[in-house]
């Protein structure tokens, strides 16, 4: 956590420090609600949850993620996935498989305005195996 935030030439600080910390063992989106909830002693409010998050995500080390909740979620950009939810009970899994590579070329080709995709977010909506059969 120290030396990512070190690479990013990010100050170190305990609210950044413990919340980036959440991130790396829980492997899942969170969002800001989600994260000063774990912080009962209120050494980190709300507030600061948003700055630094905010800051993360400048700084490149998270990204938003739309899982068509309340709140925007945030991610480490670290290691590339996609999602899928169920929209019926709300859990969730990850997928590596991406052809947005793919896709991305045949859609610069046939666009007039665009040169190059920085970036994108792909997450799938459905109902799960459970949810079926109910
Ligand atoms: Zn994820
Ligand atoms: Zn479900
Ligand atoms: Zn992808």
Not at 73 to 98: A, D, K, P
Not at 110 to 130: A, D, M, P
């Amino acid at each position: 956590v120290e030396k990512l935030l070190q690479k990013h030439k990010l100050k170190v600080t305990p609210a950044r420090e413990a919340i980036l910390k959440l991130f790396s063992y829980d492997c899942k989106p969170l969002s800001a609600e989600d994260i000063a909830q774990r912080f009962t002693n209120k050494q980190i409010n709300l507030v600061t949850v948003y700055r630094t998050l905010a800051t993360f995500e400048k700084a490149g080390i998270l990204k938003q993620v739309d899982l068509r909740k309340d709140a925007i979620s945030y991610e480490l950009t670290n290691h590339h996935h996609h999602h899928i939810v169920c929209v019926r009970c709300g859990i969730m899994e990850t997928f590596e498989l991406c052809g947005i590579g793919k896709i991305s070329k045949d859609v610069l080709k046939h666009s007039k305005q665009f040169k190059e995709v920085k970036e994108h977010s792909l997450e799938l909506f459905g109902v799960c195996r459970t949810c079926t059969k109910r």
